[in-house]
């Protein structure tokens, strides 16, 4: 292969493995085999242009035009002239798909599904990437810069997956690059011929395809891999000693948190985009499915993570230290014996598309059975995967407390400890006085916390005005706060952070919690939790009760009992174990309620659309390592069988490809041009005679492959051509041999049969001098080592040897 022809190849791997960054992004991932293909005949068109050759800029631009050809095929064809020349109606399509894709990254949280018009950005985008860095470091011939163009493709996408990429990626991305660097630097040194490394045997490289032995790779070479893999060993350390940025709460964060045992701590989230991007994604695809014993689940709220830390830009977990997970929880904070607690189990499966690090619980669990590396934060109660470990296809079981105080408790509740007073009251110095002063005058002739807390959720949730809107702007500092409440219309994330800012103004402990409210019933007896329940709420600290749920946000989740002026009438059922279902798994057809409103659907508001990756309780699914072992074995049953063919296809490139001017390098292509003549005719059933001289090799050639005319003719200039270079005095290398050996390869294919043709080229005779090359560099290898042994024990000897016998 030409230096030019491993540039392009580089440059389309480096671009590929660059957009494997993408890869999580966008479900299903076959866009990215689209993506390769097009990428390929955009490299190739290149390739042929440069092979013309067309002028730098012209070659970029007949790329570019191609490019554009294959996206109007793929994107656009109905509205295309002849289906393939793209016209004003095929360019307004293509802003149509673009302003749709732009609409569907907005809506959809990570992975989103392959639209049209995200197809055309992720591809689109792929395919102007790769002509920046095949113009950059094939048609210009400077790598370097295209380093830019690649790190702007995995940025995007990094960005995009709220900074959880994967180290995978850039570890992918990384290497691409480099292996790009490393071609152009082969190809330069080559340009200068063997300047350090010596003279070889232009015969012996050109026969078998290797590289002939004569010492230790060059030292620019030599260096520029010790520099490459330096570079890379960086690029795999620095990244897994700086600290990971955390993902969204509700989506993808593949961070692990904590490390090692009974250490390391659990860094801030901020919940608030990924929480908006659930409430507002057009399907409510189901993430979550549990099965409760539980009589009533209006209560069973999945929480996730509390944020208890306010520090006027936004509402964040506080740092805190993580250990092992304890078979048995701590009893819960503040709750007193005397208040109701009754214990429930609840079996809980996630889908496989939703991954996250932290661990949807009921509140307030008391032992959690799971698998894998998860790690326990107990000031909040909640699990929090360790190095990489994260939510998705998890089952597990939860033993929790649903907890029932009465208000006359929560009324009576004592002081809550000065610490715990002091930390979950403070709030910024920036927060405006319109807020405390609004929590004073809603509150107004309340006696005790409970009563301003009620007072509080229902002004928000039924008296103050407020309108439920997921469209309205985020924000979760002063300045969202003090418009919210001003503008009275927002979602959860507003009326929750509000509420725990206000009630901290009046000295109530108040944290936010985010989560998941309790999910639609289904026919089978399982509840089905969707991207649509995603939920914030506030919990307001009543010493006696512990931590203790409000519900502010209108038309969402349900106002605790202790909170109305009735008393529950229903009473939690024993703590038994989660009554088995009828059927062995979850249905896979979403239930439908009787009582449910043409606008509750509309809405999306009657449960979750058809899960397609819920995993049933019993079947942990295919293991990783048998996956990967398949496709691996898949790969080898695939390629291996390739492996001559593709051989013999460089090594005739090599053999009849041009490179030097001088008389010895033409001497080098004749005798190149004969061998591989003489390896097409062993291919095709004609087996090398080396006992004979060049000419009657020939004619042996002639009659036994039945060629004639053209054919018959350049078999006899080649071997005529080498005559003149081993015996006469002043050789005159022959012109056009490259030429003659392929009219000899298609004379002796037109000779043959379909089979003897087809085994010529998957599984050619002549493959076996890879076998004697290696052999040969096997024997000259152990010779040396012979050699280097015999001297070491040489010198050994004479060590032994007394001192006066040496000398």
């Known amino acids: 292969m030409s230096g030019r022809g491993r540039l392009a190849l580089c440059a389309f791997a480096a671009t590929l493995m660059a957009a494997g960054a993408m890869l999580p992004l966008v479900e299903p991932a076959s866009w990215m085999l689209q993506a390769a293909f097009l990428l390929a005949i955009q490299s190739g068109v290149g390739a042929l242009a440069r092979r013309v050759p067309l002028a730098r800029p012209l070659t970029v631009a007949v790329q570019a035009l191609v490019t554009l050809l294959l996206l109007t095929v793929v994107f656009a064809r109905g509205q295309a002239i002849l289906g393939l020349l793209p016209g004003p109606e095929a360019i307004e399509q293509f802003g149509q798909l673009l302003n749709a894709g732009a609409e569907d990254v907005g809506r ?10 995200i197809r055309l950005m992720v591809i689109g985008g792929v395919l102007v990437i790769g002509l920046a860095v095949d113009a950059l470091a094939v048609t210009f011939r400077s790598a370097a810069p295209a380093g830019l163009p690649l790190l702007a493709l995995y940025s995007v996408a990094a960005g995009l997956s709220g900074g959880g990429a994967n180290w995978l990626w850039f570890l992918l991305a990384s290497t691409g690059y480099l292996v790009l660097l ?9 340009q200068w011929g063997r300047v350090f490394g010596g003279a070889a045997s232009a015969q012996g490289r050109t026969a078998v395809g290797f590289d002939s032995a004569g010492g230790n790779p060059l030292a620019p070479v030599r260096t520029g891999r010790r520099i490459g893999a330096l570079a890379l060993g960086v690029a795999l350390v620095v990244p897994a000693a700086l600290p990971a940025l955390d993902g969204g709460l509700l989506g993808s964060a593949d961070s ?11 860094s801030a989230v901020n919940p608030l985009v990924s929480l908006q991007d659930s409430l507002n994604q057009p399907e409510d695809r189901e993430v979550i499915r549990y099965r409760t014993n539980a009589t009533n689940t209006q209560d069973l709220y999945l929480r996730i993570v509390a944020l208890d830390q306010f520090d006027g830009t936004a509402w964040k977990s506080s740092e805190r230290k993580v250990k092992d997970v304890p078979d048995e929880l701590p009893r819960p904070d503040g709750l007193s014996p005397s208040v109701s607690a009754t214990e429930i189990k609840t079996n809980i499966s996630a889908a496989g598309s939703y991954k996250q690090s932290w661990l949807p619980l009921p509140y307030p669990a008391t032992k959690v059975r799971i698998k894998g590396r998860w790690r326990y934060e107990p000031t909040g109660r909640t699990l929090v995967g360790d190095r990489g470990q ?3 296809g998890a089952q597990y079981q939860v033993t929790s407390l649903l907890v029932n105080p009465r208000p006359d408790q929560l009324a009576k509740a004592p002081a809550p400890p000065a610490a715990l007073l002091r930390e979950y009251t403070k709030v910024p110095d920036v927060l405006p006085a319109e807020v405390g002063n609004t929590a004073q005058k809603v509150t107004k002739g309340a006696t005790n916390d409970y009563e301003r807390a009620v007072k509080l959720q229902d002004w928000f949730a039924v008296d103050g005005g407020f309108t439920y809107d997921t469209q309205v702007t985020s924000g979760t500092g002063v300045s969202a706060i003090t418009r919210f409440l001003r503008q009275k219309k927002g979602f959860c994330v507003h009326f929750s952070f509000s509420m725990a800012a206000m009630a901290r103004t009046l000295g109530i402990p108040a944290r936010v919690a985010v989560g998941f409210t309790p999910g639609s019933p289904r026919s089978d007896g399982t509840m089905s939790v969707g991207l649509k329940e995603a939920h914030a709420w506030p919990e307001l600290y009543f010493e006696g009760v512990g931590w203790t749920r409000f519900e502010p946000t209108p038309s969402r989740g349900s106002a605790p009992e202790y909170t109305r002026a009735q008393s529950p009438s229903g009473k939690p059922s024993s703590p038994t174990q989660p009554g088995a279902s009828s059927s062995p798994t979850p249905s896979a057809a979403p239930s439908a309620s009787d009582n449910c409103t043409a606008q509750a ?19 942990p699914g295919i293991p990783v390592g048998t996956v990967l072992g398949v496709s691996l074995a898949v790969l080898a049953v695939v390629v291996l069988p390739m492996l001559p063919m593709l051989w013999r296809m460089r090594v005739r490139a090599r053999r009849l490809g041009s490179g030097g001017r001088t008389p010895a390098d033409a001497a080098a292509r004749t005798l190149a041009a ?13 087996p090398p005679d080396d006992s004979q001289t060049q000419r009657k090799a020939a004619a042996r050639i002639v009659r036994l492959g039945r060629l004639e005319d053209e054919a018959a003719d350049a078999v006899h200039r080649v071997a005529g051509a080498v005559e003149q270079v081993l015996y006469a005095p002043e050789p005159r290398p022959g012109t056009g041999l490259a030429d003659d050996a392929e009219l000899v390869r298609a004379g002796l294919a037109d000779a043959v049969s379909r089979g003897t043709r087809l085994r ?24 040396r080592w012979g050699v280097r042994r015999w001297r070491l024990d040489r010198w050994a000897e004479l060590l032994r040897r007394p001192s006066r016998q040496r000398g």
């Open 601 to 619: 659907k509309r809405l999306g508001e009657c449960g979750a659309a058809a899960p397609q990756d819920i995993l049933p309780p019993a079947d």
């Open 390 to 392: 994260n939510t998705r």
């Open 674 to 686: 004969w061998q591989e003549i003489t390896d097409t005719a062993w291919d095709h059933g004609i």
């Open 256 to 266: 692990g948190d904590g490390a090692g045992a009974g250490g390391g701590t659990i």
């Open 760 to 783: 010529a080229l998957l599984a050619p005779r002549s493959a076996i001098r890879v076998m004697w090359a290696v052999s040969a560099r096997w024997a000259t290898l152990t010779d």
């Open 182 to 190: 490393l071609a152009e630097g082969r190809d330069r040194l080559s």
């Open 108 to 117: 959809y949280a990570i992975p989103a599904p392959a639209t049209d018009g």
